[in-house]
């Protein structure tokens, strides 16, 4: 085992012996597939909207994440109130622009955010992303398609530089970067993809590790690396049987994950920033 792989393993325990409260602010859509899945984790969930409560709630909370999924102008303006709460209490915010760029709206809306609270990181696909810094890129609803070239190396960093703040992009292969350092990450299966709310989890479980470890790139490492395994392993069982038997089973393998799941099933890859402009 690397000793990368030590580290996220190490970090793995860590969530699951803290069972770290993770406030997510989500949409309506994957409410009960993101607690359940950060319950396996071994995190706790928490569910709170009401801006009568939101601050009270991030400043106790070890993570907050904010999804725009289901986006209404109310739920901004409570968003930003436990944003700041979190801001000014250390507790680490997470951003999931879910379809930036399909409505002027949307991406407005995630903007304001970005503009009036320190975002630690942003997970989205490449199109929420390239929204997020003025680029054009195929969306349809909340879904858009993959790029998994090393184009997303270069928008990510990009994004880093004019969001300040790290940045995963997440697709066939997921990058994340704080501008200096990139990580690629290879693993997970298809089959997330047939899932609603795979994605929102996603950000969630990054949450959970990010409230245990104030390195956000250790953190965010973690969460794909070990997400990608559980699906791998989710997949593999459920191959000939379809998405549903698949949501159940990545919920079973996410609860079983250990110190050596990621062996044979995600692959990490680290290059310099630099090194990544040296390609162009």
Known sequence: MSMLDQELSALLEKVRTNKPLVHNMTNVVVTNFTANGLYALGASPVMAYSPDEV???AKIAGALVLNIGTLS??????????????NAHGVPVLLDPVGAGATTFR????????SEVKISLVRGNAAEIAHLVGEEREIKGVDAGDSAGGGNVDLAIRAVRELNTIVA????????TDG????????????????????CLLTSVLGAFAAVEPDLMLAGTTG?????AAASRAAERTSDLGPGSFQVAFL??????????????????ELSAAAAGDRR
Request: glycine share 12%; hydrophobic share 45%; proline share 1%.
């Open 107 to 114: 991406t407005e809306s995630a903007l304001r955010i970005l």
């Open 55 to 57: 601050a009270d709630m």
């Open 169 to 176: 992009i997440t697709g066939q292969k997921d990058v994340i």
């Open 73 to 86: 102008r109310e739920l901004v303006d409570a968003m930003i109130i436990a944003g700041q709460s979190a």
């Open 180 to 199: 200096a350092l990139v990580r690629i990450i290879s693993g997970g299966d298809v089959l997330l993809t047939k899932v609603t709310g795979a994605g």
């Open 224 to 228: 794909l690396a070990f997400y990608g």
């Open 252 to 269: 079973d393998e996410l609860a079983k994950l250990h110190p050596g799941s990621l062996e044979g099933r995600s692959v990490i890859r």
